[in-house]
């Protein structure tokens, strides 16, 4: 939580899914520069350990437009004003635990802050997707990054922050 000049608490969320743990370091690194509170979305039932089965998995749920269940997390949307909200790459779209639980939020009037992690296909429609799944909600310009965040991008990394989330310091 972090306060504005004029007093106003501002609460600042981030919430994520990842399946390799690159989500969750960019996640955590943003943590600190932001103080945020942090969410980890996980699936209720969990991928499958074998990559090639897991692809086949997420490719049929998101064929088929269906919505993977998450572990309930407890938080209230409504104290939320900025929300960050990180996903790996899953063939151009949200990650399907964390689009559940877009979804299932209301993200009208809030600022909502995508970063994304990838290996080699880039951002795709994910800034898109995440508008369409938070609807009402101001979405900014997208972190991007391929791989996992090394120590020669924090600076990249804090400079974004501030450019699209100036009101949280």
């Given at each position: 939580n972090k306060t504005r000049k004029e007093g106003v608490k501002m609460k600042v969320l981030i919430v994520y899914y990842s399946q390799s743990g690159t989500t969750k370091h960019l996640a955590e690194l943003i943590k600190v520069i932001t103080g945020a509170d942090l969410i980890e979305i996980h699936e209720l039932h969990p991928y499958s350990s074998d990559y090639d089965k897991m692809l086949k998995?997420?490719?049929?749920?998101?064929?088929?437009?269906?919505?993977?269940?998450y572990i309930p997390v407890d938080v209230n949307m409504d104290e939320v004003d900025v929300c960050f909200v990180g996903t790996p790459n899953w063939g151009g779209m949200v990650a399907c635990p964390l689009?559940?639980?877009?979804?299932?939020?209301?993200?009208?009037?809030?600022?909502?802050?995508?970063?994304?992690?990838?290996?080699?296909?880039?951002?795709?429609?994910?800034?898109?997707?995440?508008?369409?799944?938070?609807?009402?909600?101001?979405?900014t310009p997208s972190y991007i990054s391929f791989g996992k965040v090394e120590h020669d991008e924090l600076d990249e990394l804090q400079e974004w922050v501030h450019t699209v989330a100036p009101e949280i310091f």
């Open positions: 998995e997420v490719r049929e749920e998101m064929d088929a437009g269906m919505d993977r269940e689009a559940t639980f877009l979804k299932d939020h209301d993200f009208t009037n809030k600022k909502v802050v995508p970063f994304l992690t990838h290996g080699g296909a880039g951002e795709q429609d994910i800034e898109e997707h995440i508008a369409q799944l938070c609807k009402g909600a101001v979405v």
